[in-house]
């Protein structure tokens, strides 16, 4: 491992697990979506802050990191963890392998969407990275992960641009998920809603940068949700995650 690996690494265990309080406020978010035992795919895991508070919620996590480095610390924090199940692979719209782009400093922001990608190179939030590396990955869809392990009650996806191809890879409606979007790459997330209401009747919320917290007081629809992210007072200024529930009609 390079010393600019090393450090990458090194970094994003102290961003995302030396902060204090995270843990208590994404319990508290995902509390709302899961029950102990449910079933969990945290889809691009990275080094498994997410992973920790699923477990701490009972629930069995399979967590999908493809950059080997990165999942061989994945695994030992968590790996000991009851009912996590790391998985050394990316998730896209079909199985096989896959081009990953990779920043040795910023292992946070490693991604399959190269349109994505090169599109960030005008964007000031990624004026400070660079993809030095591509690495050939493994690569597999949660249609075949859910053959594999069941039907997840809540999938968590961060693959920085690459949301879409995960969709695609989806072709049964899942109760509950999130996604993350960009304030300048906000085509992926009406993307994402477009598959989804494809795939049956969601309705959506926003968590805003690293608050935990859902924005709206009511669930929304995927317009109502475009023209809050959209809006200088919603979503443009930061980054966040979409959160979507399928709606059950009785």
Known sequence: MTL?????IARSLVVYHGIPFRQRRMRRLYGQFTRPGDLVFDVGAH?????????????????LEPQPRVAAV???VCGRLSRVDVVEAAVGDAEGEASLDT???NPTVA????????ARENDPDFAHVQWNRRLTIRQTTLDALIARYGMPAFVKIDVE??????LKGLTRPIAALSFEYLPRALDEARACCAR???LGEYEFNWSAGESYRLESPTWIDARQLMD??????????RSGDVYARRVTRT
Do not use: K
Request: positive net charge.
């Open 103 to 105: 920043s040795d400093w």
């Open 161 to 166: 641009g690459a949301e879409p191809l995960v």
């Open 111 to 118: 991604t399959l969407a190269q349109g994505w990608r090169r």
């Open 47 to 63: 080094v498994g802050n997410r992973v920790r508070a699923f477990a701490a919620l009972g629930c069995r996590v399979v967590a």
């Open 228 to 237: 809050a992210l959209s809006a200088a007072g919603g979503g443009q200024r």
């Open 196 to 198: 989804l209401s494809a």
């Open 74 to 76: 994945l695994r030992a």
């Open 4 to 8: 600019s690996q090393l450090s990458g």
